[in-house]
């Protein structure tokens, strides 16, 4: 049984960052909690938006004084502005992202460095696109499907393919409105036009294009990035591992992958298991190669290998405080600069390899798709190499960790749920028994826990308390991202987490055989939980809207995770946050993202920096839509 006492709470994970603390202060190593205070208090203008610096006219501010910038852009334009190049750097970074991947999957090949690993999903998805696959080389389909993935970047015509895999309600909607991404860069590149000075100031407008380039995140990059690294690496499957700082081991090589884009991480996980560098580490006196992940690198190679996690944005500066780690990769994204002076207090070797994500003071080694396999190798001796360097005595492993089940794609919702579905279920392949169960108030809705954790708030405190209260109170969780590692941590995602849920929830948990938390991946598989709920909007006979099922994100902080909540907002789906954006220097942006996208896409934001208000409005939220459903 695990009770509340079991879980890993707030409290003792702060207890491990204090003493990891302890050990930077004694090697003069400085951490983000020393920098919030010497950036507190922050910029007003900056945090309400309102400060422009998109000509060298400017920078202009807006005060009661001063309403307007030189040229005539009020508060509303300004904060519009800022608030849609926002979502376009965010979502620059998930299909970026997804454009590194479709160039390794036009890579591959059967002797490469990658392969294709999920021939059937391959095969789908050339088929969904119209790609001939009858007889034909499964490396000829996967070459085409890339080309054709690629060409949704740039196409001069038509908008993306995969807005036909929502329900035809949304589909509409998002016709009427004029929303319908077309090219994804060219929704960026269109956001950054309407923005550049002397164009746009209308924010309703400002508004519009910002869910439109969302859209062409969630239901292009994202999900894009989502399937085609499904078809390199796998669908995730169900994996039980562990998570939190107690992964790193003592007398062993540790290696932590570090940022999102599984083509890296995929090729240093492989090169850590082969036995002649397992030989290599263990004639340096270690006992094997432990790799372990981070934030949503973490999520990745724990779906597709059970490996194990470290921890969360906020935790990477500890993993290195540790002192026992040889290595650490990064690829893109999320990745502090500060690793690098941090590393040079230790004998951590900090290498990154991306030239998205270049770092004064690591060990840049830029990564290939053709020389990528002998260079993870290199790096992993490079690592060994590094053990015998680590300094004992600065030495101090948390022995903190907790079990987790991971690895729920919609395939792996599916297949738990059919096993559920004996005699007096028609369908197999449905969500109509998590239908039903919502139905029949044995759950009363699901919530997807998605996002970063952030120093705004006490960092993983708004997590844990809203997961606790949700599973009380019999809420199916989806979680991807940070979030979903706050819940490793803390030990919500392990299959005896049931005893934290209501009765109702705990049922479904037994009978289906999940943990009360489905552990959907990284953030870019956030396209993984807009499939989910078009599927069971499908199979209810509702739009999106309707459903009592909506989004947290507790602690965002990342441009992507703005992209990410207007891309939800846009697909129907209410999201609620714990973090203000930063618009509140305009009273109609505040009322557009609120009750404004309401009235053109059904759905809005709530926003409450109180974890436990917060959820409350949550409960509220879902037993509304229950009412208006008639359940
Ligand atoms: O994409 S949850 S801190 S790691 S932005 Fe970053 Fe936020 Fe973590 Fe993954 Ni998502
Ligand atoms: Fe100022 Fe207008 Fe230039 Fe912005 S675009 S900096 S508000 S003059």
């Not at 998002?174 to 924010?203: F, K, V």
């Not at 992958?257 to 995929?266: N, Q, Y």
Request: include cysteine.
């Amino acid at each position: 049984m695990n009770t509340v006492e079991q879980l890993t709470t707030v409290e003792m994970m702060e207890a491990e960052t204090a003493k990891l603390k302890q050990i930077a202060c004694d090697a003069c190593a400085e951490t983000w909690e020393d920098r919030v205070k010497t950036q507190t208090p922050h910029c007003k203008f900056g945090e309400e938006g309102i400060c422009c610096k998109n000509c060298s006219m400017g920078p202009c501010r807006i005060t009661s004084k001063a309403p307007r910038g030189i040229c005539g852009a009020d508060a509303h334009a300004i904060a519009a502005r800022n608030y849609l190049r926002t979502i376009a750097a965010g979502t620059s970074a998930h299909s970026d992202h997804a454009r590194e991947i479709l160039h390794v999957l036009l890579s591959t090949s059967r002797d490469g460095n990658y392969q294709v690993r999920d021939e059937v999903k391959l095969v789908r998805l050339a088929t969904e696109w119209g790609i001939a696959t009858e007889g034909r080389d499964i490396y000829d389909i996967a070459h085409e499907v890339a080309e054709t993935g690629l060409e949704e970047f740039g196409k001069s015509h038509g908008t993306l393919r995969f807005l036909k895999r929502a329900i035809p309600e949304r589909q509409k909607v998002w016709a009427d409105l004029g929303i319908e991404p077309r090219a994804i860069d060219r929704e960026i590149a269109t956001s950054l036009h309407m923005t550049h000075m002397g164009n746009t100031a209308d924010a309703d407008a400002l508004i519009i294009q910002g869910l439109r380039t969302a859209l062409s995140n969630g239901w292009g990059g994202s999900m894009l990035g989502t399937e085609i690294t499904d078809i390199l690496f796998g669908t995730p499957q169900v994996w039980t591992t562990e998570g939190n700082l107690g992964v790193l081991e003592a007398d062993m090589v540790n290696v932590v992958v570090h940022g999102h884009d599984p083509a890296f991480s995929e090729m240093v996980v492989t090169a850590t298991e082969i036995k002649e560098l397992v030989d290599y580490a263990k004639s340096k006196g270690a006992k094997g190669i432990n790799v372990v992940g981070l934030c949503c690198t973490a999520n990745e190679v724990a779906m597709r290998h059970g490996v194990r996690m470290a921890g969360n944005f906020l935790q990477q500066e500890n993993v290195i405080l540790t002192g026992a780690v040889e290595m650490m990769c990064v690829d893109v994204q999320c990745i502090f600069p500060a690793l690098a002076q941090l590393s040079e207090c230790f004998h951590t070797k900090f290498v990154t390899s991306s030239p998205i994500a270049r770092i004064p003071g690591s060990i840049y080694v830029e990564f290939k798709p053709e020389t990528a396999f002998d260079q993870a190798k290199d790096l992993v001796k490079m690592a060994v190499e590094n053990y015998d360097k680590r300094d004992r005595v600065k030495m101090y492993i948390p022995p903190t960790k907790q079990t987790a089940t991971v690895g729920y794609p919609c395939e792996q919702i599916v297949k738990h749920l059919d096993g559920v579905t004996n005699s007096h279920v028609e369908e197999l392949g449905s969500y109509r028994p998590a239908v039903d169960a919502i139905k029949s108030g044995v759950l009363r809705g699901a919530v997807g826990i998605v996002g970063c954790n952030n120093p705004r708030v006490r960092p993983d405190y708004s997590h844990f308390e809203i997961l606790k209260e949700l599973l009380a109170n019999d809420i199916l969780v989806v979680a991807t991202g940070c979030a979903a590692q706050l819940a490793t941590k803390a030990g919500l995602l392990s299959m005896e987490a049931k005893w934290q849920c209501g009765a109702g929830l705990r049922r479904v948990c037994d009978l289906v055989g999940i943990p009360p938390i489905l552990h959907m991946g990284a953030c870019v598989d956030i396209s993984r939980i807009l499939l989910l709920v078009n599927g069971i909007a499908r199979d209810w006979g509702v739009d999106t809207t309707a459903l009592p099922i909506v989004g947290c994100a507790p602690e965002w902080m990342s441009e992507k995770a703005v992209s990410i909540a207007n891309y939800v907002v846009s697909s129907g789906i209410d999201v609620y946050l714990g973090i203000e954006p930063q618009i509140k220097g305009s009273s109609q942006m505040m009322e557009l993202v609120t009750d404004g996208t309401r009235k053109l896409t059904g759905a809005g934001y709530i926003i409450n920096t109180d974890p436990h208000m917060l959820v409350k409005s949550i409960l509220d939220g879902i037993e509304t839509k229950r009412a208006a459903l008639g359940i």
